[in-house]
């Protein structure tokens, strides 16, 4: 107990943490409270709906800003830490904030639980949940993968079932569905602010809350009871009108506009939805759309509350929920005249449906050019897989709407013409299509019925039909689409697009099928054209929960012993990194200069690295191997500037540091889009890396470097990338009076013995550069609760 005050309080007086609350947070074992006695945030937790004290954050607030506030302003807002001295300025300010909850899927939360055990906390502090969804490889079909998944991954699925219940952490079993489903399902709730360590948390943004991707080492923060921390956003306000007909969908919503704001176009804000189109969308419409809103970078996407979310709640059991914020309309709701940074309009009546790809999820296509852009870009016009579901798209009408399409094409004797597979987002989803028979005739139409899990969409496929480099296109109803992200092929064309049109483009095979106006053959020879999609919203009957797959943590979890083997190749137990010598960081080699786009994918690969996410020195083995070398436009193949041969880049790496050279990385624009990974950033630190240069960074991934201790430095002269060379050494000046707002001097010395000064701009705050000096975020913990 004495412990957990010591860290808690070592914030100073701006966490305020009274015993009570550390009671009640750290051990979570107090009886119920009046307050408690209120409706919960779920019916696995007995905390309450927090709207009352929000309402009071709230007007502390408005009061000060005196103006109309957006609908994510609000909630954001209201969530502070300090209201009342709380800094407030778009796109300047670092706002403390008290997230509700915080989730993590499987495969981020082996790092996240090993940084929390190593805080010496004896519990969560906030309602916390662990979702397996991720190590489940898509091979055959559901059943048996998720067989082959228990047995193979018993270890880490034993480690987190275990280090949840000594913790305080609800456990989601495999089988039991895609973290953002399973949220969305239980957990989300108008006005909540959650946290969770997958970039697509934003999919709770359908159901009115703020749910915002974020590092292991983020939701370490908020389960140890500390403030977390986030750049005040900007606002971009999307204005919907008219209303969504035929065989446009939520999904293209997304998809028109990535290709107006590109995939750093939302860097820094929120994208917050609004106008009469909003009571046009479903709620599980609405989750599409922001799901998919981390392709673009934005910080997360909202929609405000109304009857479309209130039907939701009901049918998933949660009539109480909704009956309370119907109460609170006005924290849920934007104020009339509230001011946006950025104004996009899209008229749903309008909007055609679009098929964005191939490699980078911006490149829009409606679907009556898209046969002509594949010819005049030489993709491979005939589909080889369709595959429909992911966390994006697998709710009970995109379901429903796929199957009115398949029971018109059956009845004319016609099937997909290539492999289907389908992904149900959730146990509850999957039983229930099973019960109505959209399974089975999904089944009927050539489809594989996939586990409840995240599979060909993160790259868990065993694909057997084309063999590495063979040319090809797929259709997916997914979220991302980066070179090798479905199947390690590089040469996978893959096009992102709704479950309807997937469908319907599997039927005919092509990507110059445009079901909106070109006919089918039947199998009696008779030419025919596919009606518009339908289906039920909601099921009628209600959800079937399926199989129960939840386990909730003891009362007490202190005697539950949590096992990592000093031998496995899965689990490790985590070292600090080494605290910054006060020198500057001198002659620093450059590992990489990468050219081109870097995701969190190219930096650290998933697929089958997947099963060393708890092993860090094992899955920095993947780190840069499909990054692209400007030195000679190779993959995994850098020059040793040592030796001067050429070789891996984590072999390169780790000659480095078992010779005790630093390095550095340089790289283009948006580097480290897409994936929440920290072990993106975990890697480099872990292997030597100091710093990492680039044109620009994506919100998360710049997070995640600065938690480890790595110094996020960008250009402030963007052409300066042109200045270095792979072979030169980078100094890093002045780091002694290293500051918030002020550039850091950078020396480049070429092999011919001359020199370029340039500036680099940094994001870094004062706690920021303290993480830098400490080591880490984790190091500067363990400082203050030790009093340093």
Known sequence: MAHCMRVLHGQGSRTRVVLSEIQQRCFSVSPLTAAAAQVAMSKFDKVPLPYEKLTKNLEVVKKRLGRELTLSEKILYSHLDDPKGQEIERGASYLRLRPDRVAMQDATAQMAMLQFISSGLPRVAVPSTIHCDHLIEAQVGGEKDLARAKDLNKEVYKFLETAGAKYGVGFWKPGSGIIHQIILENYAFPGLLMIGTDSHTPNGGGLGGLCIGVGGADAVDVMANIPWELKCPKVIGVKLTGKLTGWTSPKDVILKV????????????????????????????????????????????????NSRMEAYLKSTG???????ANSYKHLLTPDNKAPYDQLIEIDLSTLEPHVNGPFTPDL????????????????????????????????????????????????????????????????????TIERDGIAKTLRDFGGTVLANACGPCIGQWDR???????????????????????????????????????????????????????????????????????????PSKGFDPGQDTYEHPPADGSKVKVDVSPTSDRLQLLEPFDKWDGKDLTDLTILIKVKGKCTTDHISAAGPWLKYRGHLDNISNNMFITATNAENGELNKVRNQVTGEYGPVPATARAYKAAGVRWCVVGDE????????????????????RAIIVKSFARIHETNLKKQGMLPLTFANAADYDKIKPDDKISLLGLNSLAPGKPVDCEIKHKDGSTDRIKLNHSLNDQQINWFKAGSALNRMKEIASGK
């Open 364 to 431: 829009a296509n409606p679907i009556s050019k898209l046969g002509e852009a594949a010819k005049k870009n030489d993709w491979p016009v005939d589909i080889r897989v369709g595959l429909i579901g992911s966390c994006t798209n697998s709710s009970y009408e995109d379901m429903g709407r796929c199957a009115s399409i398949v029971k018109e094409a059956i009845s004319h004797g016609l099937k997909s013409k290539i492999p289907f597979n389908v992904t149900p987002g959730s146990e509850q989803v999957r039983a």
């Open 318 to 324: 949660r009539k109480d929920i909704a009956a309370t």
């Open 670 to 689: 948006n580097y480290g889009e897409g994936s929440s990974r920290e072990h993106a950033a975990l890697e480099p630190r872990h292997l030597g890396g």
């Open 258 to 305: 990535a290709g107006i704001l590109t995939v750093k176009g939302g860097t820094g804000a929120i994208v917050e939805y609004h106008g009469p189109g909003v009571d046009h969308i479903s709620c599980t419409g609405m989750a599409t759309i922001c799901n998919m809103g981390a392709e673009i970078g934005a910080t997360t996407s909202v929609f405000p509350y």
């Open 464 to 538: 057997k039909d084309v063999k590495k480099g063979e040319k090809n296109t797929i259709v997916t109803s997914y979220n991302r689409n980066f070179t090798g992200r479905n199947d390690a092929n590089p040469a996978t064309h893959c096009f992102v697009t709704s479950p309807e049109l997937v469908t319907a483009l599997s039927i005919a095979g092509r990507l110059d099928f445009n079901p909106l106006k070109d006919e089918l053959t039947g199998a009696d020879g008779k030419k025919f054209k596919l009606s518009d999609p339908f289906a039920d919203e909601l």
